[in-house]
């Protein structure tokens, strides 16, 4: 999906799954150096198997709250609740609404120096 990336990685069935995942936190921290800078959050794993089906799918809306609430309840509040949970290996979060904003620039009405940062931009 847009803004996310998602690598499965396989492994034999004889590795023990803690020497993997600590395998895998080494190549996360050994990668950083030459990740860009401005990464919105870093990156992470989880011990998951893909082949899981979901145990539980809740919905969640309000009569009276403004779907932005709502979202962010389920995000930071009832999914970081259930991540807890002695078991759970992931907690999905999908459908928010969130907010952007769109810009349209006139690039005649911008400071040359702008526009010509921008052409010269490698």
Same mark, same amino acid.
């Given at each position: 999906?847009?803004?996310?990336?998602?690598? #499965?990685?396989?492994? &034999?069935?004889?590795? !023990? *799954?803690? @020497?993997?995942?600590?395998?895998?936190?080494?190549? %996360?921290?050994?990668?950083?150096?030459?990740?860009?800078?401005?990464?919105?959050?870093?990156?992470?794993?989880?011990?998951?198997?893909?082949?899981?089906?979901?145990?539980?799918?809740?919905?969640?809306?309000?009569?009276?709250?403004?779907? #932005?609430?709502?979202? &962010?309840?389920?995000? !930071? *509040?009832? @999914?970081?609740?259930?991540?807890?949970?002695?078991? %759970?290996?992931?907690?999905?979060?999908?459908?928010?609404?969130?907010?952007?904003?769109?810009?349209?620039?006139?690039?005649?009405?911008?400071?040359?120096?702008?526009?010509?940062?921008?052409?010269?931009?490698?």
């Amino acid at each position: 999906m847009l803004g996310n990336t998602q690598i #499965t990685l396989q492994f &034999d069935l004889n590795k !023990n *799954i803690d @020497a993997a995942a600590q395998d895998v936190q080494t190549s %996360i921290d050994a990668a950083g150096g030459q990740l860009p800078k401005n990464l919105p959050t870093p990156p992470t794993y989880k011990k998951v198997n893909p082949a899981d089906s979901p145990i539980l799918i809740l919905a969640v809306h309000s009569d009276v709250l403004p779907v #932005t609430t709502v979202d &962010d309840y389920a995000e !930071n *509040i009832l @999914a970081q609740q259930i991540s807890r949970i002695p078991g %759970i290996a992931q907690v999905s979060i999908g459908g928010q609404q969130k907010p952007a904003v769109r810009v349209q620039i006139d690039p005649t009405k911008l400071p040359r120096w702008v526009c010509r940062w921008r052409m010269w931009r490698p």
